[in-house]
């Protein structure tokens, strides 16, 4: 079964793609938290971080490259941004095809929100 991305990759599903390579797509997230939220996201399916493979790290590297120049296309390079990557159920991972969101166009606060212990 395909994931939701693969299919939206595959151009199956519609979607903002705002970037693509034969390595990763980018494109606008559906909820979006900031004036500016992209998903960049590799072509082939990894769930997560847990089963990235070293024979892919210049693929994981290369979405980093991808981050610089969706952020500059999208105009918040200077502004700032945050890349995160949810791993998990205690991170809130929804989609189990490794993503990194970009988010920026306006102040983000704190990362984490500190739990009264
Ligand atoms: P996660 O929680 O897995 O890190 O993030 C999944 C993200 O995918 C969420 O921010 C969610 O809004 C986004 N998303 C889920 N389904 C779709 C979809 O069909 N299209 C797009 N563009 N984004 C989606």
């Given at each position: 079964m395909a994931t939701i991305f693969?299919?939206?990759i595959r151009?199956?599903?519609?979607?903002?793609i705002v970037y693509q390579?034969?390595?990763?797509?980018?494109?606008?997230d559906i909820h979006p938290v900031a004036p500016v939220h992209i998903l960049i996201v590799p072509n082939i399916e990894?769930?997560?971080?847990?089963?990235v493979e070293p024979e892919q790290e210049a693929l994981?590297?290369?979405m980093f490259t991808v981050a610089r120049k969706?952020?500059?296309?999208?105009?918040?390079?200077?502004s700032g941004y945050r890349l995160l990557i949810n791993n998990g159920p205690d991170s809130g991972q929804e989609v189990y095809h490794l993503h990194m969101h970009?988010?920026?166009g306006r102040r983000l606060?704190?990362?984490?929100?500190r739990r009264e212990e």
């Amino acid at each position: 079964m395909a994931t939701i991305f693969t299919k939206i990759i595959r151009g199956e599903l519609p979607a903002t793609i705002v970037y693509q390579d034969d390595q990763v797509t980018a494109f606008k997230d559906i909820h979006p938290v900031a004036p500016v939220h992209i998903l960049i996201v590799p072509n082939i399916e990894i769930p997560n971080v847990n089963s990235v493979e070293p024979e892919q790290e210049a693929l994981l590297g290369h979405m980093f490259t991808v981050a610089r120049k969706v952020a500059e296309q999208q105009g918040i390079a200077q502004s700032g941004y945050r890349l995160l990557i949810n791993n998990g159920p205690d991170s809130g991972q929804e989609v189990y095809h490794l993503h990194m969101h970009l988010i920026g166009g306006r102040r983000l606060g704190p990362m984490v929100v500190r739990r009264e212990e």
